[in-house]
């Protein structure tokens, strides 16, 4: 193998020596191989959720809530890039509620790596069924099978108008623009809050569920485009059939749209779960079949 010229090995230690203002901690650092605007030492204490305990809502530690097994939902997975600490309370509060953008770029990086777990999961899935021994699931490293999962659509969480105002903007909301941008699966806002509810962090577990019942509806604005838009993919839905025996038969099927929800946190999964209901309604009023996902950045 070719031995790098000089030039370039001077160039590489210049850039890996570097040292900028870190985003989170504020001092002068040597820049993560992460993200430029994070020094090694912030980096290094991220809490990455590598193996979820849970297999269905993704939580890294014990998970009483899905074992419970009595509150029905239509997410397949949720799946989250980190544990909800106190380092990970203060980034995202700083840019949810101070308003420090330069957080989004960030923040949307690592939700693509909670992607990334959902993606290598089913990717891994087709190798059993195939009787194939499955890779790792190591989440932080792009797939290299064959067999390619993709996501049809991202859809972000709304926020009410009244939380709109006062934050600007909605985190979720910009949280799927980055995914979409580094992923290129569409988003859309299929959905609207339909009441205002106060700060879910304040309520327990009980008094969550109950508050977010019927807390989402269709956005009516973008029910035709949304329509049309599952009318203009029906090809690239489209699977041949297979028999039992494996034969290939001329007919096709469609498969059901790939849509994941995507939020900043999950806490006991009843917002994302609300939002499921939703969109699979508005997707079987169109008369297609649905696989519903989610991805949060954070999971407490």
Same mark, same amino acid.
């Given at each position: 193998?070719?031995? &790098?010229?000089?030039?370039?090995?001077? $160039?590489? =230690?210049?850039?890996?020596?570097?040292?900028?203002?870190? +985003?989170?901690?504020? &001092?002068?650092?040597?820049?993560?191989?992460? !993200?430029?605007? +994070?020094? *090694?030492?912030?980096?290094?204490?991220?809490?990455?959720?590598?193996?979820?305990?849970?297999?269905?809502?993704?939580?890294?530690?014990?998970?009483?809530?899905?074992? @419970?097994?009595?509150?029905? !939902?239509?997410?397949?997975?949720?799946? !989250?890039?980190?544990?909800?600490?106190?380092?990970?309370?203060?980034?995202?509060?700083?840019?949810?509620?101070?308003?420090?953008?330069?957080?989004?770029?960030?923040?949307?990086?690592?939700?693509?790596?909670?992607?990334?777990? +959902?993606?290598?999961?089913?990717?891994?899935?087709?190798? #059993?069924?195939?009787?194939?021994? /499955?890779? =790792?699931?190591?989440?932080?490293?792009?797939?290299?099978?064959?067999? =390619?999962?993709?996501?049809?659509?991202?859809?972000? *969480?709304?926020?009410?108008?009244?939380?709109?105002?006062?934050?600007?903007?909605? #985190?979720?909301? @910009?949280?799927?623009?980055?995914?979409?941008?580094?992923?290129?699966?569409?988003? +859309?806002?299929?959905?609207?809050?339909?009441?205002?509810?106060?700060?879910?962090? $304040?309520?327990?577990?009980?008094?969550?569920?109950?508050?977010? &019942?019927?807390?989402?509806? /269709?956005?009516?604005?973008?029910?035709?485009?949304?329509?049309?838009?599952?009318?203009?993919?029906?090809?690239?839905?489209?699977?041949?059939?297979?028999?039992?025996?494996?034969?290939?038969?001329?007919? &096709?099927?469609?498969?059901? *749209?790939?849509?994941?929800?995507?939020?900043?946190?999950?806490?006991?999964?009843?917002?994302?779960?609300?939002?499921?209901?939703?969109?699979?309604?508005?997707?079987?009023?169109?008369? $297609?079949?649905?696989?519903?996902?989610?991805?949060?950045?954070?999971?407490?």
């Amino acid at each position: 193998m070719t031995s &790098k010229p000089e030039w370039l090995n001077s $160039f590489l =230690s210049l850039l890996s020596s570097s040292s900028s203002e870190c +985003l989170a901690c504020g &001092k002068q650092g040597r820049a993560s191989s992460l !993200s430029p605007v +994070l020094c *090694v030492n912030c980096a290094a204490i991220i809490p990455w959720i590598r193996t979820p305990r849970c297999p269905k809502c993704g939580r890294h530690v014990g998970c009483p809530d899905c074992s @419970r097994g009595g509150e029905p !939902s239509h997410i397949l997975y949720n799946r !989250s890039a980190v544990a909800y600490n106190s380092v990970m309370r203060d980034w995202l509060g700083r840019y949810k509620y101070r308003g420090n953008e330069r957080y989004a770029p960030l923040l949307g990086l690592m939700l693509e790596k909670a992607y990334q777990m +959902l993606k290598v999961q089913h990717e891994d899935a087709v190798y #059993q069924n195939a009787f194939i021994r /499955p890779r =790792s699931a190591f989440p932080f490293r792009r797939s290299t099978s064959t067999v =390619s999962w993709k996501a049809d659509l991202l859809v972000p *969480v709304p926020v009410s108008e009244p939380r709109l105002v006062e934050r600007g903007f909605n #985190q979720a909301e @910009r949280l799927a623009a980055e995914l979409s941008w580094r992923t290129g699966i569409p988003v +859309l806002p299929l959905l609207v809050r339909t009441h205002h509810t106060d700060k879910q962090s $304040f309520k327990g577990r009980a008094e969550r569920l109950t508050n977010m &019942k019927h807390a989402f509806g /269709p956005n009516t604005s973008i029910i035709e485009n949304y329509s049309n838009w599952l009318m203009e993919i029906t090809d690239a839905l489209s699977l041949p059939a297979v028999s039992i025996d494996s034969a290939v038969h001329d007919t &096709k099927h469609t498969r059901p *749209v790939r849509i994941i929800i995507v939020d900043d946190i999950y806490t006991t999964g009843s917002t994302i779960r609300a939002c499921a209901d939703s969109v699979r309604q508005m997707t079987e009023a169109c008369s $297609f079949s649905s696989d519903i996902y989610s991805l949060t950045w954070a999971r407490s």
